[in-house]
């Protein structure tokens, strides 16, 4: 089993930027993927950014040159650095991980961008 924990979400102003963080713990060996999903209210979930063992990246168009995902495998930890934030990517921000076949899940952290 994996744990995953995200945080970092919070409160900010349109044109803001905030980092969030998801921490893996338990059986990590063989991890090979990480990324982060959001569901805003009323919508799916939709993957937002994605970064697989061999170094590729995939964004959501919504969020390309705005947000940047990176990892810290010594850690097993997931970032995503977001920037100029607008109203619109305010959502429960989720931590995903790949191992083998299974996928896992974190609780979700609350981004909300509001003046």
């Known amino acids: 089993q994996v744990q995953l924990v995200e945080s970092g979400g919070d409160l900010v102003q349109p044109g803001g930027s905030l980092r969030l963080s998801c921490v893996a713990s338990?059986?990590?060996?063989?991890?090979?993927?990480m990324g982060w999903y959001r569901q805003a209210p009323g919508k799916e979930r939709e993957l937002v950014a994605w970064?697989?063992?061999?170094?590729?990246?995939t964004y959501a168009d919504s969020v390309k040159g705005r947000f940047t995902i990176s990892r810290d495998n010594a850690k097993n930890t997931v970032y995503l650095q977001m920037n100029s934030l607008k109203s619109e990517d305010t959502a429960v921000y989720y931590c995903?991980?790949?191992?083998?076949?299974?996928?896992?899940w974190g609780k979700g952290t609350l981004v909300t961008v509001s003046s």
């Open positions: 995903r991980v790949n191992k083998n076949l299974t996928f896992y």
């Open positions: 338990g059986s990590t060996f063989g991890i090979n993927a």
């Open positions: 970064s697989r063992s061999g170094g590729s990246t």
